[in-house]
């Protein structure tokens, strides 16, 4: 069985088989930190799994609002923070973080790519475009996933 395992001290996220590795990526975690509270912008800790993938059939680098794909004459959402190419929308399992979901807590493509490996986002946890479609192809929705400090 798969499962994901995100590191925010080594800003790394390893997709396993059973318990063996069999790929490492790096990832952004929040700028702000490990929480759960409601608008704290921190990546939540703990169980979870992934609830809903969403952009399976979009080219990379489409830009999401809301997990609808933009159109080209759309207009930007007004936040730094797109969210492109793919979505493992999270939820949590713990009830620390059983708010995970609401939250919009998910593992996503970024169109800062030179800001990966370092923390930077506003809870979620960024990939590089390739990586996030690389991956997203080969989980399944109830994937597990661990995010630890």
């Not at 921190?42 to 999401?64: C, E, H, L, N, Q």
């Not at 979505?87 to 609401?102: F, H, M, S, V």
């Not at 919009?104 to 590089?128: A, N, Q, W």
Request: hydrophobic share 30%; aromatic share 6%.
């Amino acid at each position: 069985m798969k499962s994901i395992h995100v590191s925010i001290r080594n800003q790394r996220l390893t997709l396993k088989e059973d318990e063996t590795p069999i790929r490492s990526y790096p990832v952004s975690t929040s700028r702000f930190g490990i929480g759960t509270e409601e608008g704290s912008m921190k990546t939540p800790t703990g169980r979870f799994s992934v609830a809903k993938k969403i952009g399976g059939d979009m080219p990379s680098g489409t830009i999401f609002q809301s997990r609808m794909p933009l159109k080209p004459s759309d207009p930007l959402p007004p936040t730094e923070d797109l969210v492109t190419s793919r979505i493992l929308w999270l939820d949590g399992l713990d009830e620390q973080n059983a708010n995970t979901r609401d939250r919009f807590i998910y593992i996503h493509g970024t169109k800062h790519e030179h800001k990966i490996g370092k923390p930077d986002s506003c809870g979620c946890v960024r990939m590089l475009n390739a990586d996030v479609i690389e991956l997203f192809d080969l989980v399944d929705q109830g994937t597990p996933v661990v995010i630890e400090a």
